[in-house]
């Protein structure tokens, strides 16, 4: 946790987002959960900065979590699109496909037609 957290400075807000992303799972869960947070954010209200802003933090989050050992492949953009084409009718199914690392795009794609 401290690993996030260092970089906050005082700010309560940031150092609160940097200990929610601390319990996030650096697995492929937490690729697909920031991928999909980053493709389907929209600009709410009229306050651009602040869009960027909620983008650029996603997307930092998301780039601390890609090593070598953890990248971010084809197989995570494609389930991450699997799962924003979905309706939310079909979240109990895809739900529990979140508990494994890493998900295969194979797998949801059985357990839809099923």
């Known amino acids: 946790n401290k690993w996030y957290v260092c970089s906050c400075g005082q700010e309560a807000v940031v150092m609160w987002k940097a ?3 601390a319990h996030e799972d650096s697995s492929s869960g ?3 959960y920031l991928l999909h947070k980053l493709v389907t954010k929209k ?3 009229d306050n651009i900065l602040a869009h960027l802003d909620e983008m650029h933090w996603i997307f ?7 090593s070598n ?5 084809a197989n995570d953009v494609f389930t991450t699109a699997l799962f924003v084409s979905l309706s939310s009718d079909w979240l109990p199914v895809i739900t529990p496909l ?3 690392a890493p998900i295969m795009s194979l797998m949801v ?3 839809l037609k099923s």
């Not at 930092?60 to 890609?66: D, H, P, Q, T, Y």
């Not at 050992?69 to 492949?73: I, K, R, S, V, W």
């Open 98 to 100: 979140m508990q494994h």
């Open 30 to 32: 937490g690729h697909l």
């Open 19 to 21: 200990l929610c992303l």
């Open 69 to 73: 050992e953890n990248p971010l492949t």
């Open 43 to 45: 600009l709410v209200g």
């Open 60 to 66: 930092k989050c998301l780039n601390s979590l890609i």
């Open 109 to 111: 794609i059985q357990a």
